[in-house]
């Protein structure tokens, strides 16, 4: 197969676009489809600054190597979670994600769970007797809520995350599946700023999972291979494994999935939904959004867990 | 002879002359959810593997609940 710019051997074959790329011209051409995904969807302009979720997984850190590349104001936010389980996962990923931030010359904030509130993550999750053996609701809970006040607290515009299409359309389908109208409707590129909590957004949500792999293979990014040893037959991976059967019979299966959603979305098809939703409340503790009146979800939880 | 193929410390092996794609048909892996790697390059689907080849099989499916 050869790179439809040079006509030299390519290193990338994207089927949904029927475009293969060697690895210069692909290395060439992620920056700028993200940059145009920016504008697209109109997430942040050169003069904002961005925070980046990085966790040492190859999402993060290629959107980090990226924003930085196009010369965006990006800082890194990493959370030590406290995830060992015998691997030193946590430990591990905090290295590389430190070590990246290093090489490029880039700011990073560490925030360690434990550190700042008394337990990691999977000690949080055994005390509240949430998520039957799994700290990944736990986990869901203290990452938003830890990204958010980051954010806020240290004065940024933007807090973007290395989502990608996969992860999208995974969420997607399991929302479609029990038929969330909510969640469906919160569901995008861009979650807007909202009572002084940054404005969220996806910068790679339009990218493959297997494009971002080949582009952190491709620039040579150090990135956490082994998966977190809670996801292992998790539901957001089974999804994702049941698309790429459908990806693989019908080449951009998944692109479609997402982009028609968003054009749904965006005629209306959830907003009849969204009058009758219910108000947003702000948490009487910390402040942030929260769906129920009184304290947000992170705050019962963490008074739940503190001595009395 | 043989041509391995390596995913997750799991080794297969095919049959010489296969593209990548039949090969990764042959070990039922799904092409769309790996990244193969020959001698530090990638290699796609229409790639013939030869004999003594060792192909790595990058996974690229991560993340649990988000």
């Not at chain 1, 190859?58 to 959370?79: N, T």
């Not at chain 1, 999208?168 to 969640?183: D, I, K, P, Y």
């Not at chain 2, 593209?19 to 390059?41: H, N, Q, W």
């Amino acid at each position: 197969m050869k790179c439809r710019t040079c006509g030299a051997k390519a290193a990338v074959n994207m089927r949904q676009h029927k475009l293969a790329l060697c690895k210069q011209h692909f290395l060439d051409w992620v920056p700028i489809q993200t940059a145009r995904f920016i504008k697209k969807y109109r997430m942040f302009g050169p003069e904002e600054r961005v925070l980046v979720a990085v966790s040492g997984g190859k999402d993060s850190l290629s959107l980090w190597d990226i924003l930085h590349r196009l010369g965006y104001q990006a800082d890194g936010l990493y959370l030590g979670l406290g995830i060992d389980e015998g691997l030193g996962y946590s430990d591990e990923s905090r290295r590389l994600t430190e070590q990246f931030a290093r090489q490029h010359g880039l700011k990073l904030h560490i925030v360690d769970v434990q550190a700042t509130y008394g337990y990691d993550i999977p000690t949080l999750s055994a005390l509240t007797h949430r998520g039957q053996n799994r700290p990944c609701a736990v986990c869901g809970v203290v990452k938003r809520h830890e990204m958010n006040r980051i954010a806020r607290d240290l004065g940024y515009d933007v807090l973007a995350t290395g989502h990608n299409l996969d992860d999208e359309a995974s969420v997607l389908f399991g929302n479609t599946l029990s038929w969330q109208a909510e969640f469906l409707l919160r569901q995008g590129p861009v979650l807007p700023a909202h009572d002084g909590l940054a404005r969220k957004v996806k910068p790679l949500c339009r990218f493959y999972e297997k494009e971002m792999t080949a582009y952190a293979l491709l620039r040579g990014i150090e990135y956490i291979y082994e998966e977190c040893p809670f996801s292992a037959g998790s539901t957001t991976i089974y999804y994702k494994e049941l698309l790429n059967r459908l990806e693989n019979d019908r080449p951009g299966a998944k692109l479609a999935f997402y982009l028609k959603f968003l054009e749904a979305r965006e005629n209306g098809l959830f907003r009849s939904s969204l009058d009758s939703s219910q108000p947003m409340y702000n948490c009487p503790s910390c402040g942030q959004p929260t769906q129920y009146e009184g304290k947000c979800s992170f705050c019962r939880m963490i008074e739940k867990v503190q001595p009395a | 002879m043989t041509v391995k193929l390596v995913l997750r410390g799991k080794e297969y092996e095919v049959k010489p002359g296969m593209t990548l794609l039949d090969s990764l048909k042959k070990i039922d892996v799904l092409p769309e959810s790996v990244i193969a790697v020959r001698d530090g390059e990638m290699i796609l689907e229409d790639e013939i593997l030869k004999d003594g080849d060792v192909v790595k099989l990058v996974a690229v499916i991560s993340g649990g609940a988000q």
